[in-house]
């Protein structure tokens, strides 16, 4: 099978998944207690008022009714309207997706880029000092809750020395970078220690495989031996271990997005779940589901890359 | 204004004074120094606005920013004790209080320059009583509003109701412009508003920034001082504080009372509270507890409550005690002389009285995620549990609690309820008549008192202030006595300013206005 089939086919595979994605969250957010029409119109609001509300939102339809016409929206490319915002679901999203996906990919590099080279060198020169200070620090950095050590960095970098904004997106790419790079660090800072384990472990035991120990009575240089041999084929579970934390983290940003006030997704999924914002939520476990398989779709093609033995089957 | 210092040496000297202590600096200095045109005023709020559409706002955040942007007809005075005329430049009321006639100012006009006119507001209130509007609430006893001429504006409602002016205060009637809504739409309207009060919004980065600057057609000519407001959103508290504390921000709006302190004794900046129209009680179900419909174990359940103990350790000390089902002594008629004193004894001889003796139990509902509801909620289970009645704690998620609350499924409820206008009567409906009224079912608990419900609709509908007056003191009185909910206290709002800010206070509705700001020179 090529790259081509293999894309088609899963894209194929794609759909079920999302409907079954989309079936849940529509289920999901219906059972738990909470009428949006209430929410909207107050506690002071009448009962005639609610009821007329309810019909505007077909929210008194049988609930078959109400999924049949979420779908056939979707099929339109429509998401529907927010309750709480009043406005296009898809225009709200798009609004906040670039800022939880910048503040994703920002993190993911900073902690490839650092957790990298700290891997090589402490399974390279394992029990040695170096390797315990990563432990020791990976160990350290993993254990601090994400919204004391965003508060420490914002005291220590933003308030004490002044070199990051407090808070805030802002525009143009040097100015997000700017903006993004203390809640970065606060990712990069949880996410590096799971990396590193699970990059030296590999490292260390593949440092010992049969082909490498052969390499090695070649006679080929360690560099050579580390980039060639080794390096390639610890990476594969380092991308495995990302692939699921990337997943996690469009969804799992709210706590950086909130000590930060990035106008993100996290943020957005918690007040709609608040608002009981039938549309919002829908529209949002959709785009992070699709987001999640595309993720996913990206790890098995690094996959074949990395490793030639993986073929498109 | 205070310093940080000052905000705890109030503390010790007692509320009522710390209030007196703060309104009086407030207003010295506007009074005793001029104001200043020109500079940035740059300020970091908790959350951004959803909408700028008033029609369909249900929260502070969204409400306030609009409130720099509208202009109402009337709004209240600085201290939060009177009613003054705004866009209206002057008003009259028939006899009988059912037709309130205004005439508007000819010297105030939109963003876009054009005039504020009788058909703006015609169609700002029509609008905003439409079945689908969110505060239709705010427009009692069913106005009709008519256009005399270009000027003048005629509202001529059902019944009598002298609190009626007061309502127009709230952002329900925000004035907007007939011609740019039909122009633009409903949808452009409430992401691109045509402001009709001080400021005009100058750009909306949304989850950042909100940037206002003056109208050049507001009719002061005198205000807005400062040429832009800048309001960040900044969600984090402690983000809040830092940023004034560095001089990023000029106020910091909603700091709590749990890092008030830590400004005391930095330079440049200081805290500054108000006492709030607003009051935390707990509502009783006497639908689905039948012990809270004796009145004896209520009255008991009241008195063992030590409210001073929930101010101290809740608030730090910086709230009063509730002594009165309206919500704050800065409330219109409002007395404490119906207050029920702390007495455990008192009370414990009052449940042996009642139809449960050897107490009961009952799962209070608080909206997860809240601390000072769940502290709250703590306290009175451990005070209530001397009475030998078991009170268990229930934090339900905001969304839950809010469903259990208004379909009546819930044995007791933590609500945190605001007075938004001078007058009680803005809450009575919900606090005390039924549905067949138009009330809420007595705040969903079922309570109903035909004599509290005749004597709050004489009391909207009497002119004289003396009778008005003894109304509502006898109206307090029943609720005293017969304890429908448990009036726990009137919490307080903190913000902190650096002390080139000028003007600027929070009233006791949480309401605050920009354009009377001014800044020191840079």
Partial sequence: MNMITFLRKRLLQMLPVLFGIVLIVFMVVRLIPGDPARIMLGIRASDEKLAALRTELGLDLPIWQQFGRFVGNILQGELGNSIFYRRDVTEVILERLPVTVSLVVFSVVLSVLISVPLSIAAAVRQGSWIDQLVRGISTLTLSMPGFWLGLNLLILFAVVWQLFPISGFGTGFVDIVWHLTLPAITITLSLTPILIRTLRASLIEIMHAPHVEFARTKGLSEGRLIRRHVLRNGLMATVTILGVNIGWLMGGTVVVEYVFSLPGIGALIVSSISARDYPMIQGIALIFGLLVILINLLTDLLYAALDPRVSYD | MGTGTELFRRRQTGVALAVLVAGTAIAGVATAQTPVEGGTLTVARPADVNLWDPKFTNDNDSLWAQGQIFANLLQNSPDGTQTLPWLAESYEINDDSSVYTFMLRQDAFFCDGSPITAADVKYSFDRATEPDSGVSWQFPSDPVVAVIDDHTVQITLSRPNVAFASYLTLWGSSILSKTYAETVGEEVMAQEPLGSGPFCLESWTKGQEIVLTPNPGYWDDTQPYVDQVVMRVVQDDNARLLQVRTGEVDIALAIPFSLAGALDGVEGVAAHMQTIFGSAALVPNMRTVPAFADVNVRMAMAMATDKQAMVDALLF????????????????????????????????????????????????????????????????????????????????????????????????????????????????????????????????????????????????AELDPMTRTELYRELQQIAMAEMPQFYLFHPTTIWATRDSVHGFAVFPTKAHRFWEVWLDPQ
């Fill in chain 2, 317 to 460: 000390g910086n709230g009063t005690p509730a002594q009165s089902p309206f919500y704050g002594p800065g409330i219109l008629f409002w007395t404490d002389d119906f207050a029920v004193p702390y007495d455990l004894e008192a009370a414990k001889a009052l449940l042996a009285q009642s139809a449960f003796p050897d107490g009961f139990s009952a799962t209070l509902i608080v909206p997860s995620g809240d601390q000072l509801a769940q502290g709250t909620a703590t306290i009175f289970a451990d005070q209530m549990a001397q009475l030998g009645i078991e009170i268990i704690i229930s934090p339900v998620e905001a969304g839950t609690w809010w469903e259990m609350w208004s379909t009546g499924t819930f044995e007791l409820v933590y609500k945190l309820g605001t007075n938004d206008v001078l007058d009680p009567a803005m809450n009575i409906p919900f606090d005390f008549w039924s549905k067949d009224e138009g009330g809420s079912d007595a705040a969903f608990s079922g309570y109903r008192n035909d004599e509290i419900v005749r004597i709050s609709m004489d009391a909207e």
